[in-house]
């Protein structure tokens, strides 16, 4: 198997085209850990000896459902079912954490820039003084 080819997968005249054993592995797999097998038990049970951290990925590539280069491995419901399994086992075990959202700094948009009365030869300088004339129109709290 080459790295960037996903399981299942060969190329044959610059075309992916379905390795039928291996597809078979891999439709036996998402139906092993849909049963409730573990990663890697599901993942040995169908001959891969691959890490659970590898096997996780599987389960969340979505080439398996077919796109412009892949043909299709699995039906959509099959991925379906094998990510909501892994979102329910994700949640018992404490492992989903909700992202933060970011806050974004209110960016000024408006600015004023007083008159450039000087000329200064360095041009380190001159850049910090004409940066120094620059007023932003924006309040404290974000408005204009």
Do not use: C, W
Request: no cysteine; glycine share 6%; net charge negative.
């Amino acid at each position: 198997m080459t790295a960037h080819i996903p399981y299942g997968y060969r190329i044959v005249d610059g075309k992916a085209v379905v390795d039928e054993v291996q597809a078979e592995q891999v439709r036996t797999f998402f139906k092993e850990y849909i049963s409730g097998k573990s990663l890697k038990a599901a993942a040995e049970e169908v001959g891969l000896k691959i890490f659970h951290g590898s096997a996780g990925r599987m389960l969340r590539n979505t080439h398996y459902l077919g796109d412009d280069y892949y043909p299709a491995i699995i039906d959509k419901e099959l991925f379906d079912n094998a990510e909501e399994e892994r979102l329910s086992r994700a949640n018992q075990l404490g492992r989903v954490r909700e992202l933060k959202a970011k806050e974004t700094p209110a960016v000024p948009l408006h600015f004023t820039m007083g008159q450039q009365t000087k000329v200064i030869y360095d041009p380190f300088e001159q850049a910090e003084y004409a940066y120094s004339l620059i007023e932003s129109e924006m309040n404290l709290n974000g408005t204009n």
